[in-house]
């Protein structure tokens, strides 16, 4: 049976905002599109199920610690990551390279053989090179795969940034070289070059020379102010290609994505609405809302009246407040639903707003609720 090739169209803009469709042969994905992030073959506290039902087209997971726990060859018996966690839509996985830097013990960078390191779970030494990633996701399956790359911690130093950034270009192209013709896949490189404008650009280049399905913005979310996050997207969002997707990694709250699609962004993962549920924050069109405050202890109001989610609503903010307050599992399992509806809806919103050309009433209602 010949699969469906993976494909990418634009079909509207508002200025530098746009969505569009990526076409899978799992389905297809409307953008702008918010992913949510299925780190160890899960959802956490959630039900895949149910995070389809949420509006979700697409999740993330990862390479890293789907490689250390259970291994990709127990993933690969099972028939791939799809049928082992029993997901029926799109699967992103990304390379490991930055978990490689945050996570692992004594990692060490070599330029020919990878990243070197010892698992965070029981020290086993690894060696993660731009093949060995390849080699995994291809294992796993994925619909969406991303190149290895180095993601460097925040620094002002420009020759660690340059010398990270040429270093990610030659692992892009190596990667490209393993991964090969896939049709029905798509392959991303990865955009480095720390704050500096320069090597932003001439990662793009190199990486647009080279060529991908799509290309994704990595090093940010390490620490920088919101700012200099949307300066970076400034400085290239002239140069990124028209006809291929564009992936902020790892953002963000629901005022980072309105500035990142503003600048012309088209797809996004985050553990915030999932890690925010467990913590008892809850996201909704009014803003924030921390549920382990006493003053909601007597409120019978629900958090939001209507949502994607069947009975969803029927959970008052005192019984939300109870089940925090008492650790049990069942708040966590519902704010997160929550949280991810929520996002799902926002994206849904943003979409109709930018078809409808009033994307710049909605960002100025909401850039500063989040």
């Known amino acids: 049976m010949t699969l469906k090739n993976f494909k990418f169209n634009v079909i509207e803009n508002d200025k530098f905002a746009r969505t569009g469709i990526i076409e899978t042969h799992r389905g297809n994905i409307q953008t702008p599109a918010f992913m949510p992030v299925g780190t160890q073959a899960t959802v956490k506290a959630c039900l895949i199920d149910d995070v389809i039902k949420t509006g979700a087209e697409i999740i993330l997971s990862n390479t890293y610690h789907l490689m250390i726990r259970p291994g990709v060859d127990r993933i690969i018996s099972a028939g791939g990551l799809h049928r082992f966690m029993n997901c029926k839509i799109p699967i992103l996985t990304d390379s490991g390279g930055f978990q490689v830097m945050s996570l692992s013990k004594l990692n060490k960078v070599d330029r020919e053989k990878g990243a070197i390191f010892n698992s965070h779970v029981d020290g086993k030494k690894f060696i993660l090179s731009p093949e060995e990633s390849i080699r995994v996701q291809r294992g796993l399956d994925s619909d969406i795969v991303m190149i290895m790359d180095e993601c460097p911690k925040k620094t002002i130093n420009y020759n660690v940034i340059k010398k990270s950034m040429d270093l990610s270009v030659y692992w892009a192209q190596r990667s490209k070289d393993a991964f090969g013709i896939i049709p029905h896949k798509g392959l991303f490189g990865i955009v480095q070059g720390g704050l500096f404008?320069?090597?932003?650009?001439?990662?793009?280049?190199?990486?647009?020379?080279?060529?991908?399905?799509?290309?994704?913005?990595?090093?940010?979310?390490?620490?920088?102010?919101?700012?200099?996050?949307?300066?970076?997207?400034?400085?290239?969002?002239?140069?990124?290609?028209?006809?291929?997707?564009?992936?902020?990694?790892?953002?963000?709250?629901?005022?980072?994505?309105?500035?990142?699609?503003?600048?012309?962004?088209?797809?996004?993962?985050?553990?915030?609405?999932?890690?925010?549920?467990?913590?008892?924050?809850?996201?909704?069109?009014?803003?924030?809302?921390?549920?382990?405050?006493?003053?909601?202890?007597?409120?019978?109001?629900?958090?939001?009246?209507?949502?994607?989610?069947?009975?969803?609503?029927?959970?008052?903010?005192?019984?939300?407040?109870?089940?925090?307050?008492?650790?049990?599992?069942?708040?966590?399992?519902?704010?997160?639903?929550?949280?991810?509806?929520?996002?799902?809806?926002?994206?849904?919103?943003?979409?109709?707003?930018?078809?409808?050309?009033?994307?710049?009433?909605?960002?100025?209602?909401?850039?500063?609720?989040?």
């Open 197 to 370: 404008k320069d090597l932003r650009i001439k990662s793009l280049n190199e990486l647009t020379k080279i060529g991908f399905d799509g290309y994704a913005i990595g090093g940010l979310a390490v620490g920088e102010s919101q700012r200099e996050m949307f300066d970076v997207l400034d400085d290239i969002k002239e140069h990124m290609p028209d006809d291929k997707p564009r992936y902020l990694m790892g953002v963000g709250t629901p005022a980072d994505i309105l500035g990142a699609v503003k600048r012309g962004i088209d797809m996004f993962d985050c553990v915030l609405p999932t890690r925010s549920g467990r913590t008892g924050l809850a996201y909704t069109w009014e803003g924030k809302v921390n549920l382990r405050n006493s003053k909601y202890q007597y409120d019978k109001s629900p958090l939001e009246n209507s949502t994607q989610i069947k009975n969803l609503e029927n959970h008052s903010k005192s019984y939300l407040h109870h089940l925090i307050k008492t650790n049990e599992i069942l708040a966590s399992m519902i704010l997160t639903l929550h949280n991810l509806n929520f996002y799902q809806q926002f994206m849904k919103k943003l979409r109709k707003e930018i078809k409808n050309g009033s994307f710049d009433n909605f960002y100025n209602q909401y850039i500063d609720l989040f």
